[in-house]
């Protein structure tokens, strides 16, 4: 005699939703690890398709002759704001969802100090200040090239590549520096330009991980 054989599961929506819980769980683990590693450093030093922030206006400015000179900071002090967003920008898994949290601008600042700050000659700490505070200096920038060649051979100028801060008059100084406004809100501009490619590269790791935690 031929037998039909069935098979009940017990509140089988709950054991679906268990097992879909966990598998999503699991994902979202897996799609932080790769966040906060591979993501991250491509946001910072650029790679999957994303602009870094090293790679904007902003930040060839600042390390560029010119913008150490204005800013007063030797080239090893840009690398010191990648390295601070790095170690920032967080990846927040909570309540079966992952977010980004980047632009802590306190701790920006904390890790990139002035060196001349707590020497009397500046009233910032940070060289951070001028750029997301707007603060103003007393003197203009004056490029080396518009200085007298005897000038420009002098110790103290050779040591700023770009030109001085000097007072107002003094080789057409205009007495009053500011950070260069079109590069101050660098991080809005670098989130417009990157966020869809951010949002699709989190979307197909997202597929992977899904993947993988259903094998």
Do not use: C
């Not at 690398?79 to 927040?92: C, D, E, H, V």
Request: net charge positive.
């Amino acid at each position: 005699m031929a037998r039909n054989w069935k098979l009940k599961l017990i509140r089988p929506s709950e054991s679906v939703k268990i097992a879909v819980n966990k598998g999503w769980a699991d994902a979202l683990k897996d799609l932080e690890t790769w966040m906060q590693s591979d993501l991250v450093r491509a946001m910072v030093y650029g790679g999957l398709g994303i602009q870094g922030i090293a790679q904007t206006p902003f930040y060839k400015f600042v390390s560029s002759q010119d913008g150490l000179s204005q800013l007063g900071i030797e080239k090893t002090e840009p690398p010191k704001l990648l390295r601070a967003y790095l170690s920032t920008i967080k990846i927040i898994r909570k309540n079966n969802q992952v977010n980004i949290k980047f632009g802590d601008m306190a701790l920006l600042k904390l890790a990139t100090p002035h060196p001349a700050s707590g020497t009397g000659h500046l009233q910032i700490e940070s060289w951070l200040e001028w750029v997301f505070d707007k603060k103003k200096v007393a003197s203009g920038f004056v490029p080396r090239n518009r200085m007298p060649v005897a000038i420009q051979k002098r110790i103290r100028v050779q040591s700023a590549p770009g030109g001085l801060m000097l007072s107002k008059g003094t080789f057409g100084s205009t007495g009053l520096w500011r950070f260069p406004t079109q590069l101050a809100d660098f991080e809005v501009k670098w989130l417009r330009e990157n966020v869809s490619t951010i949002e699709k590269l989190v979307q197909e790791r997202a597929i992977v991980s899904l993947t993988k935690s259903f094998k």
